[in-house]
């Protein structure tokens, strides 16, 4: 399964209570939204706070894109929906 901590949640999922993965866009590193049956976290591939230009930071999973071809491959999830700004994985 996968483990998530950070300072307000503590969330274990084993493979096969995933149930399903939601990727929304985000101009500074997009969302990946993991589902189980009683329990749920998110969190961002790597993406950079860009102002005027000029960065002014960070945030995110470098390894993000990495981490989430992990969760859908484990999971056994496959894209199923896809829309401009977010794509929609589950079991089919």
Known sequence: GI???NGLRN????????ER????????GDKVYVIGE???FYFRK????????DTKGRMGFAAGE????????KAGL???????DEVYYSRI
Do not use: M, N, P
């Not at 969330?11 to 995933?18: A, G, R």
């Open 3 to 5: 483990e998530f901590h």
């Open 11 to 18: 969330v274990t999922l084993l493979w096969e209570h995933i």
């Open 21 to 28: 993965v939601i990727v929304v866009s985000h101009k500074w």
């Open 38 to 40: 009683k329990a749920r």
């Open 46 to 53: 790597y993406g950079e706070v860009v102002v005027r230009g």
């Open 66 to 73: 990495d981490i989430l071809r992990l969760i859908l491959e």
């Open 78 to 84: 496959k894209e199923v929906e896809r829309s401009e």
